[in-house]
């Protein structure tokens, strides 16, 4: 299973960016698809989680500012990102575990830097 994510750039405090993340197999089944960062220095954190039913979550710094949804039939998994902040800076990943799996794939990252 490959994940392609994309989407990432350079873009002005207070923008928008839509992030996706590309599966080479079907996520009708899939159990769980995460976003993640990493700043430079820190660890990766989890930022928004979609699972089966299509329940969504947020770290608190992504409530009402980043949105996590899916579409079945292209195989993939956005995250829209607004009212974007420098702290957000971060080479984005996304994560992807289906059901009949033990772990999960990560993408390959892709870079968001937002400008002050």
């Known amino acids: 299973v490959q994940l392609q994510a994309s989407g990432g750039g350079l873009v002005q405090a207070g923008g928008s960016l839509r992030l996706s993340c590309a599966a080479s197999?079907?996520?009708?089944?899939?159990?769980?698809v995460g976003w993640y960062r990493q700043a430079p220095g820190n660890m990766r954190e989890l930022v928004a989680t979609?699972?089966?039913?299509?329940?969504?979550a947020y770290t608190d710094s992504a409530k009402g500012r980043f949105f996590i949804s899916r579409d079945t039939a292209a195989n993939t998994v956005y995250l829209q990102m607004n009212s974007l902040r420098p702290e957000d800076t971060a080479v984005y990943y996304c994560n992807a575990m289906w059901l009949d799996d033990t772990e999960g794939y990560w993408g390959q990252g892709t870079q968001v830097t937002v400008s002050s």
């Open positions: 197999r079907s996520i009708f089944s899939i159990n769980f």
């Open positions: 979609i699972n089966r039913s299509g329940f969504t």
